[in-house]
C-alpha cells in the first residue's frame, strides 16, 4: 500500500490511528502536535515528532494526513494539506457546516488530492444487522427505526466542552448517528426533519438531542442521544410487519429479532384485566404468540477505512466515503439545528 501517513494532532485519536493504521498496512510516518509533550510521545512510539504542522507537511515523505485537531481547525489543516499536495483525512465532523466543507473539497478538487472523513462507524456491527435486516426485507415493510445512545456520565471533556470549538455531542456523536441513517437507506430522501436540541448539564453545547428523520420510503428513523440518561434504553429497534429487532447494547449481538407465532386476525371477544384497567388491544400476548429468532451474522472490518483510501491512492478503487454523502450529513446537522431553534419541522430534500 503506498499511504504514507502523518497525524496533525496527537491526542486520543491521534495516538488511535497510530497504533490501528499500521495493523492495515500503513506506514504512519509521524505526528505533529503544539504540545511539546505530545511530539516526545510520537518520538516514543517510533515516529518522527513535529512542533508544527506546517513541519509535518514540509516531509516529502508524507503523501497523506489524518486531522485529529479540534472541529474548529480542520477547515484551516485541510486546505493547508491540500495546497501542500497530501491527501487529507478529517477526523468526524469533516467541518463545522455545509459552506466549510465545500471550501476544503474545491482545494482540494484543485490541488489534485484524495479527500475522505473517518466515518469509522458505518463498520458497526450493529448498524449493520440492522442495515441487513432492512435490506433483506427480513422484517417486511419497515416503519420505524429507532437509534438511541445514552449514557450516565454526564459531563463531556476538554475542547468538547466549548461552542467555539465545535463542542458539544451534535458533533461529536450526531454526526455518526446521522450518517448512519442515511448509509443505512442511501436511496431514501429525508422528507422533514424535527429537531430538539438541549444543554442538561451544560452551559455552552448540547448534550442531548431527539431528531426525526421521516423518508420517503415510509420509514420515520427517531435519533436520539443523552450524556444523562441513568438506565439506558436499547441501541436499536427496528419494526416492520414480518417482525421487530431489538439490539441493546453499542457494537453490541445482544438482541434477537420477534414475531408473531400466529398473527390474529382480530383481537379476542374478551375485554382482559390488566393494572390499567380494561382493554382487549393491549392485553398480554398469550404464550406461543410471540417467538424469538437469533440476529444476523455480520462480518465487519474497521480497518477497511484505511484499506480503502489507500486503494483510492493508488487508483485501484472507489472511496467508501464519498464527499457528498458527508456533505448530506453535514445538510441534515443544519437542519436539525434549525428546527430545534425555531420548533418547527423542517422541510429537506
Known sequence: MSMKLGI?????????????????????????????ERVQ??????????????????????????????????????IKAAKAGKNVITEKPAALNVAELDEMTKACEEA?????????????????????????GMLGKVFTIESRLHSGNGYMHEWHLYKKYGGGMMYDWGVHLIDQILFMMPDAKVKTI???????????????FKIILKMDNGVTAHIELSTYILKYQPRWLAAGDKGTLVIQSLGGVDG????????LEKLPPQI???AAGPTRQFAPVPPGGIVEEPLPEIQTDVLDFYRNFSDVIDGKAEQFVKIPSVRRVLAVMEACRKSSETGEAIAFE
Open 8 to 36: 496533525i494532532g496527537f491526542g486520543g485519536m491521534g495516538k488511535f490511528h497510530s497504533k490501528q493504521a499500521p495493523k492495515a498496512g500503513v506506514t504512519v510516518i509521524g505526528a505533529a502536535d503544539i504540545k511539546e
Open 41 to 78: 510521545e510520537a518520538i516514543e512510539a517510533g515516529i518522527k515528532g513535529y512542533h508544527s504542522a506546517d513541519e509535518l507537511l514540509a516531509d516529502p515523505e508524507i503523501n497523506t494526513v489524518i486531522l485529529t485537531v479540534p472541529n474548529h481547525l480542520h477547515k484551516e489543516m485541510a
Open 112 to 136: 489534485g488530492v484524495c479527500f475522505t472523513t473517518h466515518q469509522n462507524r458505518r463498520w458497526d456491527r450493529d448498524m449493520l444487522t440492522v442495515k441487513k435486516a432492512y435490506e433483506t
Open 194 to 208: 424535527f429537531a430538539d436540541l438541549k444543554n442538561v448539564l451544560h452551559e455552552e453545547v448540547d448534550d442531548y
Open 256 to 263: 434477537a429479532i420477534y414475531r408473531t407465532g400466529q398473527l
Open 272 to 274: 382482559a384485566e390488566s
